[in-house]
């Protein structure tokens, strides 16, 4: 059975998406899952936010145009049973290549859909950019499973009604008949105002049991972590932000049925 992979997305910036795909990872791994991070983006925050250098050469790039493999990318983090595909800069210039290719939309499907059958590991994550260019349409070409961040804020909704859409032109053009919606994750939840509450009520309404139970909170460290190389369950194990994405790691691997 191919380990199940789920792409991290939202085509709006600052939603969290980044620090949702490196915590639910190091989450998933502490409660003994075999985790994967797959870094798309080519800021490569992910990458360096898990203690890794961004280096030439290290990201899908060649692959994708068909040089080598996704398996001789995989690089071990200093966090057990977590590994990572980095990213860096070069995977700016893959959209144009692979725009004038053919199959343009299946390349990534083609060189991980052998990294999920080998049996290395139980789930892989993709960290997307924060577009809907030609690499985030990889994405979801290749995805089982589409995990949607979504800042507590008035326009949160706009962004994943957009997704929606095209997960469902994704279904209906074969593309990707099977992509399914993991669930919608409410982000920077801030208690002591209103507009975070009617926002998370709305999109409830909106999404029903789509939505996750736990909603992560608007935290310092939170957003101190990565510049220490590390996910917030390593970084401070007892804060708040730790607690919400153990719990959202759980219920990650419920809804899989892991």
Do not use: W
Not at 169 to 184: E, K, P, Y
Request: hydrophobic residues 45%; proline residues 4%; aromatic residues 4%.
């Amino acid at each position: 059975m191919p380990a199940p992979i789920i792409a991290v997305a939202n085509q709006k910036g600052g939603v969290g998406k980044t620090t949702t795909t490196i915590n639910v990872a190091a989450s998933l791994a502490l409660q003994g899952k075999r985790v994967l991070l797959v870094d798309l983006d080519p800021q490569a925050n992910a990458t360096s936010g898990l203690g890794l250098d961004k280096t030439e050469g290290a990201s899908l790039y060649r692959a994708l145009l068909g040089e080598g493999t996704a398996a001789e990318k995989i690089k071990h983090t200093a966090f057990a049973r977590l590994d990572v595909i980095p990213s860096e800069v070069d995977l700016c210039g893959v959209e144009l290549e692979l725009a004038r290719g053919e199959n343009h939309l299946t390349r990534l499907r083609n060189i991980l859909t052998p990294v999920a059958a080998a049996g290395t590991h139980d789930v892989l994550l993709l960290d997307c950019a924060p577009s809907l260019g030609i690499l985030t349409l990889n994405s979801f070409a290749t995805a089982d499973y589409l995990l949607v961040p979504m800042q507590c804020e008035y326009y949160a909704l706009e962004g994943v009604s957009m997704i929606h859409r095209l997960l469902n032109q994704l279904r209906d053009g074969g593309i990707n008949a099977n992509l399914q919606l993991l669930g919608v994750l409410m982000t920077m939840f801030d208690g002591r105002t209103r507009l975070s509450q009617q926002v998370v009520e709305e999109v409830r309404k909106h999404f029903g049991e789509l939505v996750f139970d736990v909603v992560i909170p608007r935290t310092t460290k939170l957003a101190e972590a990565p510049s220490h190389g590390k996910p917030i369950i390593h970084y401070d194990q007892y804060s708040a932000g730790a607690a919400a994405y153990d719990v959202l790691a759980g219920e990650v691997a419920k809804r899989l049925k892991m």
